[in-house]
């Protein structure tokens, strides 16, 4: 099992970045992070949860439309962490963004294929 915990949430002005990090607290004995897809997701007051992006343990990777090109996921084998640099913020970013792991790769950043989840990291975007 995973124990997800997010971190690099923040207030951040219009155009700004931020970088996002997720591991796995409870790392010991258990099957690394590092054998696991990692997904994240965000949740706007109001608004569904929605996939942003996704890294299979081969570094195999999918974006939402919504933020191809401005954000880019990436994983640290060594240090089993999953990373979202997110550039250009807008807005309408604002949110609660999540980790996500599952056992299996898809590209449909589907919430529903994920078992294990983060408490999440609130990102505002406002000036």
């Known amino acids: 099992q995973l124990q997800l915990t997010e971190s690099g949430g923040g207030l951040v002005q219009p155009g700004g970045s931020l970088r996002l990090s997720c591991t796995d607290r409870?790392?010991?004995?258990?099957?690394?992070?590092?054998?696991?897809?990692i997904a994240w997701f965000r949740q706007a007051p109001g608004k569904d949860r929605e996939g942003v992006s996704v890294i299979s343990d081969t570094g195999r990777s999918t974006y939402a439309d919504s933020v191809k090109g401005r954000f880019a996921i990436s994983r640290d084998n060594v240090d089993n962490t999953v990373s979202l640099q997110i550039n250009s913020l807008k807005p309408e970013d604002t949110g609660i963004y999540y980790c996500?792991?599952?056992?299996?790769?898809?590209?449909?950043?589907?919430?529903?294929?994920?078992?294990?989840w983060g408490q999440g990291t609130q990102v505002t975007v406002s000036s």
């Open positions: 996500a792991g599952s056992s299996y790769y898809s590209e449909a950043l589907s919430a529903g294929d994920y078992a294990y």
């Open positions: 409870g790392f010991t004995s258990r099957v690394p992070l590092r054998h696991y897809t």
